[in-house]
Every structure is written in C-alpha cells, then in structure tokens.
C-alpha cells in the first residue's frame, strides 16, 4: 500500500509552497503557488457574473485522496481544490460513457430526452434540438466569453464541438487529438516532455482563455474537456515512477460477477483484451478475472495516468490564482462517468453498477463560505449542473428553456448554504443499453456504440437511493424508442446501508431481487423508475 507524506514549507523570500509526495520506493518534490483561495465573509459578497472554469476529465473515478479518502492515488493539485470546495460524496453520471453523457449534461437533459444513447446520435440532429440552447451557449447568451477545448462536448456529436454555437470566437476551440501507446499497449509511460502530451496543451489553452478574458475584461466561462484518464494510459514517466513498484497494489476483493446477476448486466465491450509490456491478456468474463498480477499492472497505469492529468490541473488552477481570478471564479471538476478497476469482475466503464455511474464531483463557490472545505452526502446528478452553475452565477433561471427544451436537472445551489441538508433530491437515475449478438451469451458482444437507436436490443434503468441499487433490464422498441415495460429482462437489487463512498468493494455483490424478504423495497423502487422514465 503507498504512502503519503506532505511537508509543507512556506517561505516569505520565495512565496512557494514546497509539496512532498512520499510513496512506498519514491518521492516527488513540486513547487506549489503559495496562498490560495479566501472564502467570502458572507453571501452577500458574491460578485456580479463570476467566471466559470468548467473541467472535465475522461474515466476519472472518485479515487481521489483527500475529497473520497482514498489512499493509493497521488492527486495533490485536486486534493488542494477538495480543501477549498463542497466535494458531492453521492454523484451519478446519466449514462456511463463519453458521448450520452457528454449530450445530456451538455444539454441540462437526460439521454431518454436527447435520444442519444451511443456514438451515432447528438442533440442537434433534426428533430431533437437543433435550437436548444447548450450550458456554454447560455453563458454565451449572458454576456460572458465562451471558449473551450478538449472533450467537453464529446467530438463530433454534435459536429465541430458545436462550434460557433456553444461558443465565442476569440479564440478556435482547440479539438481532442487522439495519442496511442507504441506497440498497441495499454498503457505507456514514456521519456518523453509534457509538450509531447494533449492535456500539456489543453492546460496550456486554458491558461490562455483565461489571459485573455482578463484582458478583455469580461467574464468568461471556459471549457477544459482533460483526455487522461481515458485509454490508453499514455503519460510521462515520471508519473509512472513515482508510484511503488506495481506488487504492492491491492486488487479488487470481489473479482467475479454478483451472485445472481442477470447475465445482461455484465459486459465485456472494452478490455476484450489488454496488452503489457508485449503479451496479450484475454479470455475474462463473469466469472474468470484478469491474473493478479496483470490487474495491478492495470490499476498502476490506471493511477499514473490520473497523477499525470491531476498535474495539468493543477497548472491551470494556479494560474488561476496568479491572474487574481480565483476569489470570483466558480471551479467545478468532475467526471463524465466512473471506471471499474476489477470490482465485480468489470473493467472500463458501461454498465450500471456504481463504480459505472457514480462520478467525483467538487464545487468551489469562494463567495459561499459555509461550502468551502465541506463534504454533503445529498444526491447530485450531472444533469443538475446546468441549473446549478446558473444559479451560482446569479443568471436567469434557465429551467424553461425554448424550442421544447425544458431542463430535467435540478439546482444545487442550495447545499452552498447548507451542505447537510438532503432535501433537493433523494435519489439518482442512470440507464444504459445493450445490443447481445448472441442472446444466450448475453454479456458478450454487447456494445450499442455503433448500433442505430433503433436496433438497441435492451435498456437497462437504475435508480440509487438511500440505501439500495434498483436496475431494470427491458426491452426496447425500436419504433417508439422507449422500453417494453411489461417485457422485462432481468431484475437487480443490491443493499447500499451503511454505504460511505470510501469502499469500493463492500457493495453490490449479491443480487436480492428474488428475495422475498424485499418484496416491498422492489416494489418501491420499479415506482421510482417507472415515475422517473415511463413517457407516454
């Protein structure tokens, strides 16, 4: 298990905060920008259209040090934002991958309203919302500088990044590149400059949408769509080194599918097989994992490549600091979905498990002091966040919206004041589609990415309350795009009590759907689905 140590060290010649990061067999040393960000007395000190800096990284899971007390990651530039932010314990993405997730929080919809569920569709199709005013856009409406970069909107759904609707044109939006490891590896720690890496330049155009919009003195909302930790794991060596050698990692407890799972639960769609240092692994399912060995392997390139990009956001969060934009800047970082690092057997994100949908999710409001440093168990979705960053930006309510685009997420303003309360929302709902070549090998093959809207096989629909996982398999119809809900395809019902967010492995791993002791609690949750996603 790593280690870490901080020795923190200020001095009034060099105004640098010196940062040591000990792991198991390494250190790291790193200057950090002395200072940080004050907290408003009040409220009432909130400043007129604050900016927004919008970050969003690919794949991150909430394995974060200090914001979900986790140990074996070495994360301190997000780890100083989570000291000076509202960390939400209990976020969920919409639908656990890039593209429908990127279109529903994109949009303030879910993906049944978007009618985005894979890699072919997006909002602006005809039909859908082509009028549909985006979160980037309504900022753009209300007089703030709009620029962006990365994968914000996921690329080409919709087409140019939505380009120039979503976004001012001070600056060209600047476009994900893709990177590969040589050889097909799965992931590559590489002797190589950050200047050779994409989040090197994504950091490097957020900085400068930021000097500008200062030089113009406006306001801005600007757009950081971070690539890593998306596969493959490419990153700098040093990243890779910096961590103990890959033995000392712990795996998974649970390393097979729940008992009494339905089969259409499970997916292989991504990891059919990895490939590290030359040799090709495959062959895992429900109930054969990955060697021991090969998983630790994965969970330190996994980790690497988190460090890596946790160093790109910290240059753009200094930098905010440095250009004395942070005490009137709304920061909000957070993943498009989670990952699963072998728990239940899975790898990758698509699925409804909850190491699938639920996401980190940290907020720094300087002018709301009862949030800063603060952590609140209320539900929070990412669909909310379009809502929620209106409302923190002290906008017109966006709620109801033109062209037949009525907002489906909530506010979350209101846990700014009081983080403990409970009372905006007390559940979160995802979905997620399965498209099986082979009905009697249900979790094979299963992948809808490329299959049209109409062709989808099942939707599966899960809610997540208080204490339980609740998930539905239906059929699909294909002429309505909605479910079948009497055609129903399997049932799954896991226990969340006592359920704290730090332990990845201490839930869902028994299905008691068929147990009858839960009869009711089944009851209940098919009305919350039913409530949340039957459309007439």
């Not at 200057?31 to 900016?51: C, H, I, L």
């Not at 120039?164 to 990177?179: A, F, G, I, N, V």
């Not at 997620?432 to 096989?457: L, T």
Request: include cysteine; aromatic fraction near 12%.
């Amino acid at each position: 298990m790593p280690r870490t140590r901080w020795t923190l060290l200020s001095t009034a010649t060099t105004g640098l905060l010196l940062v040591t990061l000990e792991c198991c067999h390494c250190a790291l040393i790193a200057p950090r920008a002395a200072g940080g960000v004050k907290s408003a007395t009040s409220s009432a000190d909130a400043p007129e259209k604050p900016n927004v800096l919008f970050i969003v990284i690919d794949d991150l899971r909430p394995q974060l040090s200090y914001a979900y007390n986790q140990t074996e990651t070495i994360t301190p530039s997000m780890d100083k934002l989570a000291k000076e932010s509202l960390v939400f314990n209990r976020a969920y993405c919409q639908l656990a991958v890039c593209a429908p997730s990127r279109n529903s929080f994109m949009t303030g919809m879910r993906p049944d309203s978007v009618k985005a569920w894979n890699f072919i569709d997006h909002f602006r199709e005809p039909g859908i919302g082509p009028n549909w005013i985006s979160l980037p856009e309504y900022f753009k409406k209300n007089g703030y500088v709009t620029l962006g970069g990365g994968k914000t909107f996921h690329p080409n759904l919709p087409p140019n990044y939505d380009e120039p609707l979503s976004w001012t044109q001070e600056m060209e939006y600047l476009p994900l590149k893709s990177e590969g490891c040589p050889g097909g590896e799965t992931y590559c720690p590489l002797a190589s400059p950050d200047e050779d890496f994409f989040d090197n330049h994504l950091a490097n155009n957020t900085i400068e949408i930021m000097k500008l919009a200062k030089k113009a003195g406006k306001p801005f909302f600007a757009g950081a769509g971070f690539r890593r930790p998306h596969l493959p794991w490419r990153f700098p060596e040093r990243f890779f080194s910096m961590y103990p050698d890959s033995k000392a990692f712990s795996t998974a407890k649970h390393q097979t599918a729940p008992t009494g799972m339905p089969l259409i639960a499970f997916t292989r769609t991504a990891f059919t097989s990895v490939k590290i240092d030359g040799k090709k692994y495959s062959g895992w399912g429900p109930e054969t994992p990955f060697p021991e060995d090969v998983q630790q392997k994965l969970r330190h390139g996994y980790y690497s490549a988190v460090s890596w990009v946790d160093s790109q956001v910290g240059r753009v969060l200094d930098t905010l600091e440095e250009l004395d934009m942070a005490n009137n800047t709304v920061v909000v970082l957070f993943a498009d979905h989670g990952w699963q690092l072998g728990e239940h057997g899975e790898w990758c994100k698509h699925t409804n498990f909850e190491l699938s949908a639920r996401v980190p999710l940290i907020f720094r409001v300087p002018w709301k002091p009862s949030s800063m440093g603060t952590k609140t168990n209320g539900f929070a979705e990412l669909v909310d966040l379009y809502p929620t960053l209106a409302e923190l930006a002290g906008l017109p309510d966006p709620t109801n919206l033109t062209h037949g685009q009525y907002l489906e997420g909530s506010s979350l303003a209101s846990y700014f004041e009081e983080p403990d309360q409970k009372s905006v929302k007390d559940s979160a709902y995802s979905q997620y589609p399965r498209c099986p070549k082979n009905i009697s090998e249900p979790w094979k093959q299963n992948s809808c990415h490329e299959v049209k809207r109409q062709n989808i096989y099942a939707m599966g629909l899960t809610v997540r309350t208080e204490s339980w996982r609740y998930t539905e398999w239906l059929k699909w119809n294909g002429d309505t795009l909605k479910v079948e809900w009497d055609q129903l395809l399997g049932q799954e019902l896991y226990s969340h009590s006592n359920d704290t967010g730090t332990d990845f492995d201490m839930h869902e791993n028994a299905n008691e759907a068929n147990n009858t002791e839960y009869k009711d609690v089944v009851t209940t949750h098919h009305g919350l689905l039913y409530q949340k996603f039957f459309r007439p």
